[in-house]
């Protein structure tokens, strides 16, 4: 028998076969849940409610580009916190200094609100006064108000802050700033790295290229989609702002995609997620985004190593790794022949068979990925009702270490969408990337709103 043989035998068994996740399956579900969160609101994580949060963010890209502008700017990632400013001048080019990056606050132990508040204040302090608008991208569930702030719903990415759910982030931070000597800032806008993502698509398309509408698609430690949806959103029907505008059509949802749990999960899925903060939530998220990858197919490397799918030598120094990233994982991919790697050195006294299942295994784990990331980002292009007309195509603005630097992962991707989106639905895009798109995008944001 064959490796692959072997290896699909074995994926298939404990309900991992990559194969399995037909992507068109996987769009009609993300589709549904979808339109029932935007209809309904989400509900019942054990029912047919809608588990995505389809936030409306009550905004729509500027029609230009910020003039004559300057916004502080807050990236609370999944690991990193980035802080700078951002000038635009009088014809909207945009300028980046003064940044700093350190940790995301919450990371290493629990916070309290005010401890996490205090953290993002001092964090900013080489920015004090220096401009009296900030644009916050903050990359965690939150319903966004009419008026910019958010609402924090839920953290993810194993934060330890949960005294800070359910608070204002901009009204908080205000505070926070106001008690370390700042002057209270003029206005701070809460936006979702895929907003951000997104609106810098919209800011920063080159002269004589035009686009239907645009998606922004996140896929680093987390992972989330957004897009431009053309239709009144139900379950915000009535509401205003304090200026009493109804909410925009269109407007940019986002839809929290990580959350989306109408899809099989193998037993490597179910085993770790047990051992995460918040086991039963961010289905999604836990079997496609780079945060969580490499614990997963860790789990699965050592289930075929107790059943014999590794000689016993390479067996033994499976189940001894402790932890595994995916950059452990890219690392052997691309080398697997590198002995210095944590998993090159797994087979170096192995046999070639080894190295191929093991192979086999991690890149059954980067195509399972891709098969994910390509529903999510084909469910919003289709959601957008744009990109029929051929030279009017969705632009997709694409962001994080996992989608473009997993091996293989952003080809597959790519071919994929063309087969579900062009060949088979004849709807057209363009995968954009934007060197600073989440920063630029979030001054974009805390310049116009």
């Known amino acids: 028998m064959s490796v692959y043989e072997k290896a699909s035998a074995f994926l298939a ?43 409306p963010t009550w905004g729509l890209p500027p029609e230009e580009s910020p003039k004559n502008q300057k916004v502080i700017v807050i990236d ?56 009296s608008r900030i644009g916050f991208c903050f990359s965690y569930a939150m319903k966004i108000t009419p008026d910019g702030d958010g609402e924090v719903i839920k953290f993810s990415k194993e934060i330890k802050a949960k005294e800070v759910e359910g608070s204002m982030v901009g009204a908080c931070l205000s505070d926070a ?53 053309p239709e009144p959103i139900a379950k915000i029907a009535g509401l205003k702002d304090s200026k009493g505008n109804p909410a925009p059509v269109p407007q940019i949802v986002v839809c929290e ?15 770790f997620d047990k051992t995460t903060l918040n086991p039963g939530t961010y289905v999604m998220e836990k079997m496609c985004s780079g945060g969580y990858l490499g614990p997963v197919t860790l789990v699965m490397l050592k289930q075929a190593a107790s059943e014999g799918l590794f000689t016993k030598p390479v067996a033994e120094k499976i189940q001894a ?22 998993l090159g050195a797994a087979v170096a006294e192995g046999t070639q068979e080894d190295a191929d299942m093991l192979y086999t295994l991690l890149d059954s ?42 091996h293989n992962l952003q080809q597959r991707v790519r071919g994929m969408l063309n087969q579900v989106l062009i060949d088979q639905r004849h709807i057209y ?21």
Not at 178 to 196: F, H, Q, S, Y
Not at 257 to 271: E, L, P
Not at 321 to 342: G, H, Q, S, V, W
Not at 429 to 449: P, Q
């Open 257 to 271: 995609s990580g959350h989306f749990n109408k899809i099989q999960r193998s037993d490597f899925d179910i085993a």
């Open 177 to 229: 700033l106001v008690a370390r000597g700042w002057n209270r800032p003029e206005k701070i806008v809460l936006l979702n790295d895929t907003t951000a993502a997104l609106l810098a698509g919209a800011a920063n398309a080159t002269e004589g290229r035009a686009y239907g509408s645009y998606v922004g698609f996140i896929l680093g430690t987390g992972m989330n989609t957004a897009y431009i949806d």
């Open 76 to 131: 609370a990632g999944g690991t990193n916190f980035r802080s700078c400013i951002v000038t635009f001048d009088e014809n909207g080019n945009a300028t980046i200094s003064d940044m700093e990056k350190t940790s995301m606050p919450g990371i290493e132990r629990e916070l309290s609100k005010k401890d996490f508040f205090e953290a993002i204040a001092k964090n900013l302090d080489h920015l004090k006064n220096k401009a």
């Open 13 to 55: 068994r404990h309900g991992f076969s990559a194969a399995g996740y037909d992507v068109n399956s996987v769009i009609s579900g993300l589709l549904y849940d979808m339109k029932k969160g935007l209809a309904e609101g989400n509900g019942n994580l054990d029912s047919m409610d809608a588990t995505e949060e389809m936030i």
């Open 321 to 342: 790794i402790e932890k595994l990233a995916a950059m452990d994982m890219d690392k052997f991919l691309y080398a697997p022949r590198n002995t210095e790697t944590l």
């Open 365 to 406: 784990a980067i195509d399972r990925c891709a098969r994910l990331a390509t529903a999510l980002i084909a469910a919003a292009a289709i959601k957008s009702g744009k990109g029929t007309s051929a030279a009017l195509p969705v632009g997709i603005v694409c962001n994080g270490t996992t989608f473009y630097k997993s």
């Open 429 to 449: 895009f363009e995968i954009l990337t934007i060197e600073n798109d989440i920063t630029l995008g979030t001054a974009v944001a805390g310049a116009s709103k």
